[in-house]
């Protein structure tokens, strides 16, 4: 079976730290761009952050800039998104998503193969 799994979400005081990951089974990520989004309460889905396929050029969007970082490990077939400084506004459910590319990664939409999410909450 094709999936992608979240891990690593949970509660932590303004300020403080999470670390998710992205593993995939089924397949290899090699060849995917892969993106994080989050969609809180009553919001649209946005995408936060990409990384294209070799690692090679990573994006961000402005509201995280500076804050969370996002790598990957294709020999482990996994991404990682380090959540630093973290706001009650990063509050939401994030995915991760296998795309073709990064192009467009903002809208929150496309991708190939979709995680469940993890939920995120930041708040004291």
């Known amino acids: 079976q094709l999936q992608l799994v979240e891990s690593g979400g949970g509660l932590v005081q303004p300020g403080g730290s999470l670390r998710l990951s992205c593993a995939a089974s089924?397949?290899?990520?090699?060849?995917?761009?892969i993106g994080w989004f989050r969609q809180a309460p009553g919001k649209e889905r946005e995408g936060v952050s990409c990384i294209s396929s070799t690692g090679s050029s990573t994006y961000y969007v402005d509201s995280v800039k500076g804050r969370f970082t996002i790598s990957r490990d294709n020999a482990k077939n996994t991404v990682t998104l380090q959540m630093n400084s973290l706001k009650p506004e990063d509050t939401a459910v994030y995915y991760c998503a296998a795309r073709g590319a990064c192009l467009g990664y903002v809208t929150g939409r496309g991708g190939d193969y979709w995680g469940q999410g993890t939920q995120v909450t930041v708040s004291s």
């Open positions: 089924g397949f290899t990520l090699d060849y995917y761009a």
